[in-house]
Structures are given as C-alpha cells and as structure tokens.
C-alpha cells in the first residue's frame, strides 16, 4: 500500500494527486498553476502574432505581386502541382483534428489517448514533408526553381516577352521561399509533438496539469492555418484559365 492510500480515503485522492501535481508542475514565479498556463497561452499567443505578421507580409507581398503582373503569375502559378498540394491540405487539416482529440484527453487526464493522437498528427506531419519532397523533386525536374529557370523555354511554351518570363521567375522565387519556411515549420511542429508525447508517456501530464500540450496544439493548428491561406495563394492564382 502506497502512503497514499494510507493517509488519504480513495474520496480524497483525487485531491491529494491534484495538490501534490500542482506543487511539482508549479514554477516559483507563479502563485498557482492556472496562472502559470494562462501565462504560457498568452506566451504562445504573442509568438505566434509575430509569426502572423511574418508570413502576412510575405502574403501582402505576393498579393501586390500579382495584380501588378498578373499574366506572369497566373501563368506560373498554373505550372504549380495543385493536386498534391490539395492533398497535403486535406493531410493538415485531419492533422488539426488529430491534435485537438490530444488537447482533448489532455483535459481528460488520459495520457494513452494523449500520445496515441499525437503520434497521429507526427506521422500526418511527415506525410505532408514527404508529399512536399516529392513535389519540390517533380518542380526541380520541370526547371521550376529559380535558379535552373528556363526563360527562353518559358518564353516560347507560354508565349511570353522576356519581362514576362522574368516575373514568372520571380514569383516561382516567391513559391519556394514560402512553401519552404512553412516546410521548416512544420518540422519543428512535428519535433514538438514528439517531445510533448514522450513526456505524455511517462504520466508528466494530467487533468489538473496539460499547459505543454495546449500550447503544442496552438503552435501547431497556427502551422495548418498558414498552409489553408498559402494553397490559394500560391497554387490556384491561374487555374481559371484552364478549366
């Protein structure tokens, strides 16, 4: 018999788990552990409006991009591999759902289920860098990285002058530069998922104490959000042209 089941009647356990928990998890700056989590959200919150305004830029900037030449980006846009691309949306969004079942648990005190889920959404994670390998080898094939741009070839294919071929080129920059910071990531989502679900495993977590995997959840849906706004952005800016 453990001492706690000495001391303390199994109505009373769950107080004793929850104080002893809240005395382990607690950091001395903190007067309790609610006030430690809603400083790690907030935390978290002001990291990723940084990150908001990172990426919003990019964003404003390929907008702005395309209405000043809009002929040359839809055109490179079309040349873009839309339908991997929509799969790699589906993967993130069921990779978002898979990442809330965690959080869920998570409040429910159920570590199996924690690090079940969250194994889930690292391997949805991986599928989408190996889907994104694929493409990034497909784009290096058909001379869509900036650096082995064909312009003449572009230039007779899509019957465009050689300032057109140029703008085309610029935006393809556009497209690896931002396709390959969310790849980055998505890898240090996928890396925080892990670590989070080791320490899932070993009990570091409970109903009275799941912060880790809250803030991991935020990080992570911020991830998938960027991906549903980059998808139109990047890849369906010309397919009007062709349906």
Same mark, same amino acid.
């Given at each position: 018999m453990s001492l706690k089941e000495a001391l303390f009647p199994p109505s009373e356990q769950r107080i004793f788990e929850h104080t002893f928990l809240e005395r382990e998890r607690l950091e001395e700056q903190y007067a309790t552990l609610e006030q430690q989590t809603e400083t790690a959200a907030f935390g978290m919150w002001v990291f990723l409006a940084t990150e908001v305004m990172f990426f919003g830029a990019l964003f404003v900037a390929v907008g702005a991009y395309w209405l000043q030449y809009m002929d040359a980006v839809e055109e490179a846009s079309v040349a873009l591999n839309w339908k991997i691309g929509a799969i790699n949306t589906v993967v993130l969004l069921v990779s978002s759902l898979m990442m809330a079942l965690a959080v869920h648990f998570a409040k429910l005190g159920d570590s199996r289920r924690i690090v079940f889920y969250l194994l889930l959404t690292a391997a949805l994670g991986v599928g989408f860098l190996i889907l994104k390998g694929t493409e990034y080898y +497909? %784009?290096? &094939?058909?001379?869509? &990285?900036?650096?082995?741009? %064909?312009q003449k070839s572009w230039m007779s294919e899509h019957h465009m002058s050689a300032e057109q +071929?140029? *703008?085309?080129? &610029?935006f393809l920059l556009f497209y690896w530069a931002m396709t390959g910071l969310h790849a980055l990531h998505v890898t240090i989502g996928i890396c925080a998922v892990l670590v989070i679900c080791v320490l899932a495993r070993r009990g570091h977590f409970s109903?009275?104490?799941y912060a880790p995997?809250? &803030?991991?959840g935020l990080y992570w849906h911020f991830v998938d959000l960027v991906w549903i706004f980059l998808f139109p952005l990047l890849y369906l800016l010309g397919t009007h *042209? *062709?349906?």
């Open positions: +497909s %784009d290096f &094939v058909e001379n869509l &990285v900036p650096w082995r741009f %064909d +071929s140029a *703008h085309a080129r &610029v109903a009275a104490y995997v809250d &803030v991991t *042209h *062709h349906l």
